[in-house]
């Protein structure tokens, strides 16, 4: 064994290059430029301790002599605030974007410790400004064994030095520059953010850029310029809102159902961070579909859920109205159901270590461990640049030996997702037996970069795998790298969910609360498609949805695929109408089509719906007519109360003047009995954001 | 006379702000750090430019420099680092793993005899993934597997572990070649 490991030595002593000479000596003298700039003085090396603070004094007045006033003055500010920056807690804060799980950074020297705050002299440090440079290397020279601490402790503060201290030490034009080119510069890092060829560089070049312009910051801190999180790789999967549609022209509207929740959970994390989400994250179906409404459940007989619909008057248009389409499932009696093969996938690269990741994920299994029955079985893989099996498949009922294993997981490594995958659906695979339900719960932070590079092709393999019964769920955790686009594309394709986990509590909502709804599907391929009678509507647009749009001719094609519905789940869609002849129709009437008005039916319109018993291949239809207004109620109120949330997050180019105020009083009078604050909790987000908006 | 003092000193002199002592520390190690970089990657272009990236970087990560471990210990943790993050912002994975593929043609002098050794090496460090070959890389440089583990933050039982998956999976690559 030792001879393969020194066969590989000698060929690798052999294979290796000596260094390039040239590449070397420019490689040493880079090293040292940034060393000598990162001292703040070039032709001198800093004193050692053992010259004392006699030696101190004496390099910063050989330097002040060296200066004009004004590029001294110019200098000693930008160094004052490179110190503050770089030294200072507070400094750490402002390079830092707010929150502490979202940054993607490599630890560079481990777990990420708790923070270490101390009371920092600020005014001490301001009042430097005018005693310049000699009091702030004094100050600089003090805080240093504290900094040092400090670097232990935040595991990305060596990267802000780095770039604080990367750039060419001539601090006087760059500091100037920082005043007139702003603007540019910011593009200059969105830019660089975005290619990101090299991560050094860029972080480099962006922490240049932000040290210079926070310079200014001291004077007047609170600018959100500075904590907007450039550094961060989340991709979100969404489309443009859906346009008008006139129904004289298209009046047929199809779509796929959405269980899922993961974009109001990226939504609150969002804003309880202190930022709007962007607009790309927001989708406003699975806004609405997070909470849990008391409709009518379908009669022990009948198809597995009951399409409810109800028709009002619009809350932020007296002239048009919602059509609010519901479709309860079925609770199938819990005693009843089959045993669960669950295979958890668990993302372990070096991205999740994180105490929003990893750490969460294991408590949040932990949670779900209880609700599992002894004849369920789990089995554990994990991935990263290799997979590999963690936990054979165990019987629930193996309490110690199944929390063993989730405790055993550590990240550290690249994430090769397609490997994982293999593995997951070829144990499911092993473990399914007649009449049993096979899951693969995925965990990821969404950062797949190892093994099937494009997403078009992981997405084929899921689709290609999800015929052999094998659901897919995908639970996201953690911001800064969170794919959200690749998780809606596996868990859509795998005919499963995203949920997304910020907290505990989501955990508890997601693998507690509503477990049997994730874990057990009572309809599948559920598709969704209105037809308006354009006799009565002369207008009408779908809120939300724009990622499952469906093609007309693919309702009825039982091979094209939709969202799956799970027990006791239940699905909300609107549509804002615009009835002929209110003054809220946007388009005018065409001078040379066929009147179609007064043509024979009163209803608005109709709605069909197609869906698959679980394992068949062939769908059924359920048809129901859209009628005239039937009156507010309470749960559609709710509901169209965050449709309009969603909105004012999203575009509010529908809403007038309709604004969060409206949409607080409205969700306030429709709260319902919301037995486990997920609505109260809405609220809160929704004055969140409005002060946010201000 | 600089020669005799220890790394550390070396390294904390440097820390403190001695511009001659990070100088003489960097010249000592530069080449065994490069022939790392080198074995992490896999290509000569990508080495020199992951030693560049170190290099620009490290006066400021000397700051995070503790007297209580090897300097080379510390440096193998910046360059692992290093590394795995050039690896996590390459646009597209596969680029970077191609290292030790076209590594071997942009190489100009091998000569005909050792040929069949070098396929043999870049086929199997090809196939390691990147946890096992960043360990493999470190033990082939000598260290310890509890040094490894220093360097790579991870338990010394995991070093161990992956080393001997590692073998496992190379004396697999021998086997198969021999049946051939």
Known sequence: ?694 | MRMMTSDEDLAEAAAAGDGAAFSSLLDRHYDRLFAFCFRLTGARSDAEDLTQDICAALPAKLASYQRRAKVTTWLYRVAVNAAHDRRRKRATYTKATEGWGDWEINRTAANQETHAQLDWLTAAMNQLGDDLRDTLVLILDDMTHAQAAEVLGVSEGTVSWRISEAKKMLRAIKQKEDMT
Request: proline letters at 7%; a negative charge.
């Open chain 1, 1 to 694: 064994m030792t001879d393969d490991l020194d066969d590989l030595k000698s060929l690798m002593d052999a294979a290796t290059p000596r260094p390039d000479a040239a590449r070397r000596a420019e490689n040493l003298a880079l090293a040292q430029r940034n060393f000598d700039a990162l001292q703040g003085s070039r032709d001198e090396p800093r004193p050692t301790v053992v010259t004392g603070p006699k030696g101190l004094w004496t390099g910063v007045k050989t330097m002040m002599n060296a200066m004009t006033s004004k590029g001294g003055l110019t200098a000693t500010t930008a160094l004052v605030a490179c110190g503050f920056l770089v030294l200072t807690p507070q400094g750490q804060d402002l390079l830092r974007p707010p929150s502490p799980p979202q940054i993607t950074m490599t630890e560079f020297d481990g777990a990420l410790g708790g923070t270490v705050v101390e009371e920092a002299p600020i005014a001490e440090l301001r009042a430097t400004d005018d005693a310049p440079l000699a009091s702030a290397r004094e100050e600089t020279a003090l805080k240093t064994p504290e900094a040092d601490l400090a670097f232990e402790n935040f595991s990305d503060a060596p990267e802000v030095i780095a770039s604080g201290a990367a750039p060419e030490p001539s601090m006087l034009p760059r500091a100037e520059m920082a005043e007139q080119t702003s603007p540019v510069l910011d593009a200059e890092v969105a830019e660089s953010a975005a290619s990101s060829t090299s991560r050094m560089r860029v972080t480099q070049q962006i922490a240049q850029t932000e040290s210079l312009l926070a310079a200014p910051a001291l004077v007047a801190p609170g600018d959100d310029r500075f904590v907007a999180p450039v550094t961060d790789t989340e991709a979100f999967a969404n489309a443009d809102s859906n346009p008008l549609q006139i129904t004289a022209e298209t009046p047929v509207s199809t779509f796929s159902i959405d269980v899922d929740t993961a974009a109001y959970a990226v939504v609150r994390s969002s804003l309880m961070r202190g930022q709007l989400p962007p607009s790309e994250a927001v989708r406003i179906e699975e806004l609405i579909n997070y909470f849990p409404y008391d409709y009518a459940a379908p009669d022990a007989n009948e198809a597995p859920f009951r399409p409810t619909v109800s028709t009002f008057q619009t809350p932020w248009n007296a002239d048009t109205q919602l059509v609010h389409i519901a479709l309860q499932g079925q609770m199938p009696a819990i005693a009843d159901r089959p045993p669960l093969n669950l295979v958890f996938l668990v993302d372990t690269s070096g991205s999740m270590d994180d105490p929003a990741k990893l750490p969460l994920l294991k408590q949040s299994f932990r949670l779900m461990l209880d609700q599992l029955r002894p004849e369920d079985q789990v089995a554990i893989v994990e991935y990263a640049g290799s997979a590999g099996q963690v936990l054979a498949p165990t019987a629930a009922s193996e309490r110690t030996t199944i929390l063993r294993a989730i405790q055993s997981l550590g990240a550290g490594g690249s994430t090769n997702g397609q490997g994982g995958l293999e593995q997951a659906y070829s144990v499911a695979e092993g473990m399914a037996e007649n009449g049993e339900v096979s899951r693969i719960i995925l965990a990821t932070d969404g950062d797949f970069n190892v093994g099937l590079s494009d997403p078009n092709a992981l997405t084929d393999f899921i689709a290609d795998k999800r015929d052999t019964g094998t659901y897919l769920s995908v639970l996201g955790f953690g911001r800064g790298n969170l794919d959200d686009a690749t998780m809606q594309a596996l868990a859509q394709n795998g005919n499963g969910t995203a949920a997304y986990i910020d907290t505990l509590s989501e955990a508890q909502k997601v693998l507690v609360d509503q477990l049997s709804g994730a874990l057990f599907p009572i309809a599948g391929d559920v598709k969704v498609q209105v037809e308006f009678n354009p006799a009565q509507i002369a207008e009408y647009r779908l809120i939300g949805y724009e990622t499952r749009a469906l093609r007309r001719e693919d309702f009825n094609n039982d091979a094209v695929d939709a969202g799956e519905l799970g027990a006791g789940h239940s699905v909300t869609a609107i549509y804002e109408v615009t009835p002929v002849g209110s003054p809220a129709q946007l388009s005018d009437p065409l001078r040379y089509a066929p009147s179609t008005a007064a043509v024979g039916s009163d209803e608005l319109g109709f709605l069909k719906l197609r869906y698959k018993a679980p394992g068949e291949t062939v769908s059924q239809l359920i048809e129901v007519p859209i009628m005239q207004d039937s009156g507010l109620e309470s749960e559609a109120g709710f509901a169209a109360a965050i449709a309009g949330f969603g909105q004012l997050l999203r575009n509010p180019q529908y809403l007038g003047d309709w604004g969060y105020d409206d949409a607080i009083a409205l969700a306030t009078a429709n709260r319902g009995e919301d037995a486990f604050g997920y609505r109260t909790e809405a609220v809160q987000l929704m004055r969140l954001a409005q002060s946010l908006s201000q």
